[in-house]
């Protein structure tokens, strides 16, 4: 089954403690994305990346760091994590090639930092 | 900076009404527009996607696109309590970009 995998759905941690978000797709997709979405706020991406060893920062970076090393996966690091950065976490991959393409996303990671 | 405006709602209507929400753009490059479901805590799904300019169908919804006045639209005929749900429109972030643009969602209730 073609799909986004995100691990772990949830996740609560303390403030400074470095966290991974892991995310691989199985669609051999060059473009994957990490947003963030709090309430009121909508979906803002975090970091995205177009290919192996190529990333770029998203609306807000700031705390975040990405790595992109395979094809299929893009982990979302905080190196030291705040109450701020607690949130609902999606992952997300599309082809290149057509930009009519739609984005797949994963299950979502929900983090709470305290 | 591009932007994706929609009524954040709460948008209500009776089971088997017809359901319209709506989306302006900013960026008149834009050329791929997407409508996602969001159900609370859940990642959004694919409804539709439409490029060119007027309607398309896929069962009770219908996109509208009229890229003059930079509006796409959303269409739910039949409302049922199941479609109650955030319904996000994305934009691609201009010719030949990859990027999308979100809009903050519109947050629909269908009463029985």
């Known amino acids: 089954e073609a799909q986004v995998t995100q691990n772990p759905r949830y996740l609560i941690t303390v403030t400074g403690k470095k966290l991974t978000v892991t995310c691989s797709q199985n669609m051999n997709h060059e473009y994957m994305s990490w947003y963030r979405q709090d309430p009121g706020l909508g979906l803002r991406q975090i970091y995205y990346s177009m290919n192996v060893e190529v990333t770029d920062k998203g609306d807000v970076p700031e705390g975040y760091k990405v790595s992109r090393k395979e094809k299929r996966n893009f982990p979302l690091i905080l190196e030291s994590p705040s109450p701020n950065q607690t949130s609902l976490y999606f992952c997300?991959?599309?082809?290149?090639?057509?930009?009519?393409?739609?984005?797949?996303f994963g299950n979502g990671t929900r983090l709470t930092v305290t | 900076q591009k932007e994706v405006e929609q009524n954040s709602g709460p948008l209500s209507v009776p089971e088997g009404a017809i359901a319209s929400l709506n989306c302006t753009y900013s960026d008149r490059g834009s050329q791929s527009f997407f409508w996602y479901r969001q159900y609370s805590g859940k990642s959004p799904e694919l409804i539709m996607s439409?490029?060119?300019?007027g309607d398309k169908e896929d069962g009770r919804f219908t996109a509208q696109l009229n890229k003059a006045s930079q509006y796409v639209s959303l269409l739910i005929r039949d409302s049922q309590p199941s479609d109650s749900a955030t319904y996000l429109c994305a934009v691609n972030s201009g010719a030949g970009s990859y990027q999308l643009t979100f809009g903050k969602g519109t947050k629909l209730s269908v009463i029985p």
């Open positions: 439409i490029y060119s300019n």
């Open positions: 997300a991959s599309r082809p290149l090639g057509r930009t009519n393409s739609p984005l797949h």
